[in-house]
């Protein structure tokens, strides 16, 4: 079901791309959040862990919500492990701090943040994991 358009709008993201800021990222190892926040941190991209309660994940300092990351920070991508109905605050929060993307991972959907992201400038993926995008997309990166 990938589309060349969808590819097309997904290299120069991953090329340019240097800052992810992954909401809901778990401390522990065996969640997804946390193998694709790493996987994403062994390919060069630089992690910002966006999760209440907790000092730093991956060697990252943790901030509990988008709005919290220091403004010196360019977020380009925002990662989305929440539940569906949890993502249209963190839709509105990407476009407040500038972010380039709001990714929400497989198995997420939500149309009405996908319509306030792009409303406000940034691409909008829903329910694919950037993990797999960016394995898929590797070699044209």
């Keep these: 079901m990938h589309t060349e358009s969808l590819d097309t709008r997904l290299i120069p993201l991953l090329r340019q791309a240097r800052v992810i800021a992954v ?17 994403l941190q062994q390919a060069g991209y630089r992690i910002i862990p966006v999760r209440p309660m907790a000092e730093a994940i991956l060697g990252e300092t943790c901030y509990p919500t988008l709005s919290d990351i220091p403004s010196s920070i360019r977020v380009d991508i925002v990662d989305v492990f929440r539940r569906a109905e949890e993502t249209e605050s963190v839709a509105e929060e990407a476009v407040r701090i500038g972010a380039g993307c709001l990714w929400l991972q497989s198995g997420i959907l939500n149309d009405t943040s996908m319509a306030v992201a792009r409303s406000g400038g940034l691409l909008a993926v829903q329910d694919l994991c950037l993990m797999v995008e960016h394995r898929r997309l590797a070699d044209r990166l």
């Design 23 to 39: 909401v809901g990222l778990s401390p522990k190892p065996d969640r997804a959040s946390f193998r694709v926040a790493s996987y």
